[in-house]
């Protein structure tokens, strides 16, 4: 369990790594526990296995790549397939403790490790409706040089630890992995079961590189922290079945999406005020009123249809002062 | 020898009771992404 005191949507600051590193814990305490029910419901002997995944070291930060196998453990488990749950366990037992630790933040384009074909595959065989009314396309970049995305990525990096340190010290914290794609529909994603890898499509020649980078890198790392948030307390209580008109996508999503969206727009109000301050451009100008309105349409939906937890009351509180309005 | 004899009689089974539930909520966001359209 954590404390009352970091349901808030306000960026956690000091608290990220700590909150992070609580995270793992759980990670690791619900990994042992399916590994020593499979042991015993198969019949098996994974002592091993389980002795590996005791000794691992939770407080060193984690790449992507057990979130994906802790996943693929889960998911296989809850479901009961057998031929599934061995495929899991023994890409558990493949994945060493060096590529567990790999941690160091990479910045490149997708389809470079080993963990990334699962997530990959999933976003590329969804069919959301997009704005653009395109099928959602994603490729790997094939140019060795992506200087100028990495340029940019370190300048946003450098302009938010200036402005809002609170935030930037969940963008240090979380992020090891920008994976940089060519493609169409899908502009960016995060998931739990890559944790830490943020996938970013190219920015449009139509769009200021600068302020695509700034709008996706803040809502990316904003997800990453309700993520971890979600993973300690339900916050969200409707049923999945139920629909409502989202803030930012098209397609109605259940009371999970709207949260998870909401969420991400007081950051973005609050980081993009922040940033026309520093930086008063328009192209910064013309992205915030459609934050704001965007925020406004999500707060009014949670306010009329949510079903929250105390926690998940505590962050829709904490909104407002979250975005600075 | 006895170990593996184990693992192929799993051949036959194919759908199995796992009897563990997850603490607290960590597997809820992991069957999704969040992804911008």
Do not use: C
Not at chain 1, 149 to 168: E, M, P, R, T, V
Not at chain 1, 184 to 196: C, I, N, R
Not at chain 2, 1 to 19: F, G, P
């Amino acid at each position: 369990m954590l404390d009352n005191k970091f349901y808030t949507a306000q960026p956690a600051g000091d608290n990220a790594t700590l909150l992070y590193q609580e995270y793992r814990k759980l990670l690791l305490t619900n990994m042992l526990g399916y590994l020593r029910s499979i042991q015993t419901s198969l019949g098996i002997d994974i002592s091993l296995l389980i002795q590996k995944y005791e000794e691992l070291d939770s407080t060193q930060r984690f790449s992507p790549a057990i979130f994906n196998l802790f996943s693929k453990l889960t998911h296989s488990a809850n479901q009961g397939e057998v031929p599934a749950i061995i495929d899991a366990l023994h890409l558990l037992n493949m994945l060493d403790e060096n590529e567990i630790l790999k941690s160091e933040f990479r910045f490149s384009t997708i389809l470079t490790e080993n963990w990334e074909t699962d997530f990959v595959n999933k976003i590329r065989s969804e069919h959301i409706p997009s704005k653009s009314g395109e099928k959602t396309l994603v490729f790997p970049i094939l140019s060795p040089d992506l200087s100028l995305y990495q340029g940019l990525f370190s300048n946003l990096k450098a302009q938010l630890k200036q402005i809002d340190f609170d935030f930037y010290q969940e963008l240090e914290s979380y992020v090891t992995r920008v994976k940089l794609f060519n493609g169409k529909a899908l502009k960016a994603a995060t998931s739990a079961s890559v944790f830490g890898a943020i996938y970013l499509k190219l920015p449009p020649e139509t769009e200021n590189s600068e302020a695509y980078f700034a709008d996706h890198i803040i809502h990316e790392t904003s997800h990453l922290h309700l993520d971890i948030l979600l993973a300690f307390d339900k916050i969200i209580l409707n049923q999945e079945a139920e629909k409502f008109q989202a803030p930012i996508r098209i397609d109605p999503r259940p009371m999970f999406g709207i949260f998870h969206a909401t969420f991400v727009l007081s950051r973005m109000v609050r980081l993009f005020q922040r940033i026309i301050k520093d930086t008063p451009k328009q192209e910064y100008i013309d992205r915030l009123d459609t934050f704001r309105s965007q925020f406004d349409q999500g707060l009014e939906t949670i306010e009329k249809h949510a079903v929250l937890t105390e926690n998940g009351q505590r962050i829709k509180s904490s909104f407002v002062q979250a975005a600075e309005i | 020898m006895e170990s593996i004899k184990v693992e192929q009689a799993l051949l036959a089974v194919v759908k199995i009771q796992i009897d563990f539930s997850p603490v607290l909520f960590i597997t809820r966001s992991m069957e999704t992404y969040e992804g911008e359209y």
